[in-house]
């Protein structure tokens, strides 16, 4: 039953959130069609309501909250926090470089569209297992 609505949960964050591209589109800031680190930066800072260099949990729902179903919402914070490598309750300011060097394939600095692309599988599958864990405990 859990897989089951596990399932409904995922259909419906696909189905009414925006797409990848869309994602894309709002990072890249300067419209160049490439994401660079101070963009993934900003948007960091941005979630980072308080300003203390870390996103909390609380902000981090607070930053997706209407767009994002709870499930999938603790999911996103909960992989990003093993990303930061510390798994201490926040997420700190090493994920937006961690997010360039896993995206950044030819290690130009510049996330193309391509790579965001071909690369998001990787964070979305992430995401999706940690969303399940909360589910699933």
């Known amino acids: 039953m859990k897989t089951f609505i596990f399932c409904l949960l995922l259909a419906a964050v696909y189905g009414e959130n925006p797409s990848s591209e869309d994602f894309f589109s709002i990072i890249d800031l300067d419209g160049d069609g490439a994401l660079q680190q101070d963009e993934l930066q900003a948007d960091f800072n941005k979630k980072d309501i308080n300003g203390n260099g870390y996103i909390s949990l609380s902000e981090h729902i607070s930053s997706y909250a209407s767009s994002v179903p709870l499930v999938h919402n603790m999911g996103i914070f909960i992989y ?4 930061d490598g510390n798994e201490d309750g926040v997420v700190d300011q090493s994920v937006p470089l961690s997010v ?3 995206m950044d394939s030819n290690g130009d600095g510049d996330i193309s569209s391509e790579e965001f692309e071909r690369n998001i599988l990787q964070i979305w599958n992430g995401v999706a297992k940690e969303s399940k864990s909360v589910l699933n405990p």
């Open 80 to 83: 990003m926090d093993k990303l």
């Open 100 to 102: 360039m060097k896993m």
